[in-house]
């Protein structure tokens, strides 16, 4: 059984995927149960912001995220692209939280981009089963 070194990286990007969802759907959660509001300062003005639609942003992407990780399983080309739009919604929200949350939102925004070029370059690397 041959198998090519990029297998690896794309079953470690489907397991990153699956991750990135569950802390996405916590995320979301405790933007829901929590408080109602944060205030952030702009521009020297305080801005307060409403966490409900936050919070159920980070669900939706959590749960799509999750969804695109187990259908990414069976390698389809569909499922590449799906993962591929997924990484990129979460990588967003990540830069929308850089200035509240600067390593965290940095270190998931890494990961999502390993995640789109893992799958990207090499979503079609399979295992020989025979």
Same mark, same amino acid.
């Given at each position: /059984?041959?198998?090519?070194?990029?297998?690896?990286? $794309?079953?470690?990007?489907? *397991? @990153?995927? *699956?991750?990135?969802?569950?802390?996405?759907?916590?995320?979301?959660?405790?933007?829901?149960?929590?408080?109602? &509001?944060?205030?952030?300062? %702009?521009?020297?003005?305080? %801005?307060?912001?409403?966490?409900?639609?936050?919070?159920?942003?980070?669900?939706?992407?959590? *749960? %799509?995220?999750?969804?695109? =990780?187990?259908?990414? &399983?069976?390698?389809?080309?569909?499922?590449?692209?799906?993962?591929?739009?997924?990484?990129?919604?979460?990588?967003? &929200?990540? @830069?929308?939280? /850089?200035?509240?949350?600067?390593?965290?939102?940095? *270190?998931?925004?890494? $990961?999502? $981009?390993?995640?789109?070029?893992?799958?990207?370059?090499? =979503?079609?690397?399979?295992?020989?089963?025979?």
């Amino acid at each position: /059984m041959r198998r090519s070194r990029w297998e690896g990286w $794309v079953r470690l990007a489907i *397991i @990153l995927l *699956i991750l990135n969802g569950l802390f996405n759907l916590l995320q979301g959660f405790f933007a829901l149960i929590g408080s109602n &509001t944060y205030s952030a300062v %702009v521009d020297g003005s305080l %801005v307060p912001l409403d966490l409900t639609l936050w919070g159920w942003w980070n669900i939706i992407v959590g *749960i %799509v995220l999750i969804a695109a =990780g187990i259908a990414l &399983t069976g390698g389809s080309l569909w499922a590449r692209v799906i993962t591929v739009i997924a990484a990129s919604l979460s990588a967003i &929200t990540q @830069l929308l939280l /850089m200035p509240t949350q600067p390593w965290s939102a940095l *270190i998931v925004f890494v $990961v999502d $981009v390993l995640i789109i070029y893992a799958v990207a370059a090499h =979503g079609r690397v399979k295992s020989d089963h025979r």
